[in-house]
């Protein structure tokens, strides 16, 4: 599954990082996106400090700030949570997708999706498109 984008709910960020340096919100942030796209963080300090971009003095002096928001296993429970639910809508959508193509209560998309209320999108959704008459000849009678 390509994760393109990645939900960062600004207030509860804020709220949790407000301590944080520029250089450690930058370190923080990179290690959420990697994360993210890759499913966990590696283990190592030195695999983390070069996600982070940080030379191995940055890291030294930086990396108990970042890993406060970490499990010891480098796990963190909100981009897990949001991970989950990232698939859980990514499944979803392939499921409905499938039954996209297919009739649903002897109907097609075209015409579970129509207009109700307008008789000529539903003839055109049933195949049968025609032009009303009616009002031209009740026009010319008057």
Known sequence: MARQWIPLYIGDY???TRHLTT???GAYLLLIMEYWTKGSLPKTPQELRKICGLSYHQWRSNSLAIASFFTPDWRH???ERELEKAKEI???RAVYGAKG???SRGKNNIERFVVINNPAS???AKGRYTTSTKTE???EES
């Open 90 to 92: 990514s499944l979803k």
């Open 137 to 139: 000849t009740s026009e």
């Open 14 to 16: 804020y709220r949790d």
């Open 23 to 25: 250089l450690q919100h």
């Open 101 to 103: 193509g297919r009739v």
């Open 77 to 79: 429970a909100r981009v």
């Open 122 to 124: 539903k003839s055109l």
